[in-house]
């Protein structure tokens, strides 16, 4: 279905197409005009709806209007799932706000919704972009704790987060667990590293480093 600017009488799995449409072509605006449409109308709006159209405002990278969005769903006492933290969590990491992010992921955790490799990247990410090493440890640990999956984009997230610290040690050591764990190193997870020690003054480590990576066949940036 394409995303539409009239809902007219469409049903509720109908208009949340629409509105999913919107969200995948990026076209946020319109997918908040079909879900104010479906609630002037009465429409049911349930989990889907409301989760298709946070999606188009994390996708649109409006952050604020999603988190009005997720209010409004608590209010409504719409049932929450793991998508609608994802989709939250996300907005509040592109945009910045880590802090926003952080309480979204303690929010979920007090509702005991299961979180996935989805939540924790984007969670630790957020703490990547501000800055907020121990956070993201903090969050790394729980992960690990659980039956989640670790990925690339996890690592060279909690490292990231070190490497604006200019946590080499810390940095070096998750690099470490990567190779134990048989999960995948990027390019960017090296020059995350290398620029963790760099940042620190540690030039040998970050020489050894730079050997590692051609080992590996991986090019540098």
């Known amino acids: 279905m394409q995303c539409r600017s009239d809902v007219g009488h469409c049903n509720a799995k109908t208009c949340t197409i629409a509105i999913s449409a ?6 946020w605006q319109q997918a908040l005009s079909q ?8 429409v049911e709006t349930n989990t889907i709806t409301f989760n298709a159209t946070i999606s188009a405002c994390e996708k649109g990278s409006e952050w604020q209007k999603a988190l009005k969005l997720f209010t409004g769903m608590a209010k409504s006492k719409v049932d929450m799932d793991t998508i609608t933290f994802n989709s939250a969590i996300s907005a509040c990491e592109k945009a910045g706000e880590w802090a926003r992010s952080l309480q979204l992921f303690s ?10 490799t989805t939540t924790f990247n984007a969670t630790i990410s957020a703490c990547e972009k501000g800055s907020e090493w121990e956070s993201a440890l903090q969050i790394f640990n729980t992960v690990t704790q659980g039956d989640v999956n670790l990925d ?13 610290c ?3 040690e ?12 048989k999960v995948e190193s990027s390019a960017s997870t090296y020059n995350a590293v290398i620029s963790a020690c760099g940042n620190a003054g540690n030039w040998e480590q970050a020489l050894q480093l730079l050997s590692s990576m051609a080992q590996s066949k991986l090019e540098s940036d």
Do not use: D, R, Y
């Open 35 to 42: 879900f104010a449409v479906m609630v002037k109308s009465k």
């Open 166 to 168: 200019s946590e080499w």
């Open 170 to 181: 810390k940095a070096a050591h998750f690099l470490g667990l990567m190779t134990e764990g």
């Open 22 to 27: 919107c969200g995948k072509n990026k076209q």
């Open 152 to 164: 690339t984009i996890t690592f060279n997230a909690v490292i990231g987060a070190c490497k604006n």
């Open 107 to 116: 929010i979920m955790m007090q509702s005991k919704i299961e979180p996935s």
